[in-house]
């Protein structure tokens, strides 16, 4: 399947019924590694490290498996009507229904959270299926997002979301900004991981930037205290941003899989 072509699975019913836009580069070998990557907010599956984590495991042999969350990209529905439920509910459809064998999960930012809220429902509805995935590398971990988000807001936007139910963020990525409702805000208070005594069971590899302004290098670090066991290790890059898409950057991100592998 080419990189112009991606496979579209459905995902939900009725009005909740949306097409997921999925490419998937299966091992060279049957039963050999694969990543499942996990975009970031407002990103989509062609980003500049989605391509480069695309080259670096063709030419390895191992299988990449992307998708774009409904409000992304290729994907079908609208950004500001989605939430993290529904995210999680397309990532695990495709990590079930599209990925085979043993799976490292690979999250940027949002992505991140995801990666840890779809362990977290495998380990608890799916161990089988649990089993398959060896361990985590995330970069920039936005994990417990809207609480995160809530933080940073300035006052007048937590204002208009609870009285209006919406608010336009600016973004550095996107001049328009993008909207954020209450039903994001409160969906997301059904995926909180601070308290939650999960355990993940496998290693946790975290790539974060000191210079990140979207994550603080702090919330990086309490990652550490959120997860039950001793499995999160954190890389810091003294001079790096959030979008830790560099060469030098690169170079560390594919280390950490490496070591997985």
Request: charged share 25%.
């Amino acid at each position: 399947m080419g990189a112009q072509e991606p496979q579209l699975i459905p995902v939900g019913s009725g009005s909740a019924a949306r097409r997921i836009a999925v490419l998937h580069q299966p091992p060279a070998r049957e039963g050999d590694p694969g990543l499942l990557w996990l975009i970031g907010l407002k990103s989509d599956m062609v980003s500049t490290k989605a391509e480069a984590l695309a080259q670096w495991t063709a030419e390895r042999g191992i299988g990449f498996t992307r998708l774009d969350y409904s409000g992304h990209g290729r994907s079908g529905g609208r950004f500001e009507d989605a939430t993290l439920s529904d995210w999680l509910e397309e990532s695990e459809a495709v990590f079930r229904q599209v990925t085979k064998g043993p799976q490292i999960l690979v999250g940027s930012s949002t992505g991140a959270h995801v990666a840890l809220l779809l362990l977290k429902r495998l380990v608890e509805t799916a161990p089988d299926e649990a089993q398959r995935v060896r361990g985590l590398v995330l970069i920039a971990p936005a994990w417990d997002l809207t609480e995160l988000m809530w933080s940073q807001f300035p006052e007048e936007a937590r204002r208009d979301i609870v009285e209006t139910g919406r608010w336009v963020r600016p973004s550095d990525y996107d001049p328009a900004g993008y909207v954020i409702t209450r039903r994001f805000i409160e969906d997301g208070q059904r995926h909180l991981l601070k308290g939650a005594g999960f355990d993940p069971g496998r290693p946790v590899l975290v790539l974060q930037g000191v210079m990140d302004r979207d994550v603080p290098v702090e919330y990086a670090r309490a990652l550490r205290e959120v997860l039950a066991g001793d499995w999160v290790r954190i890389t810091e890059v003294a001079d790096g941003e959030h979008r830790m898409s560099r060469p030098e950057d690169l170079e560390k991100l594919y280390a950490l899989i490496a070591e997985l592998l």
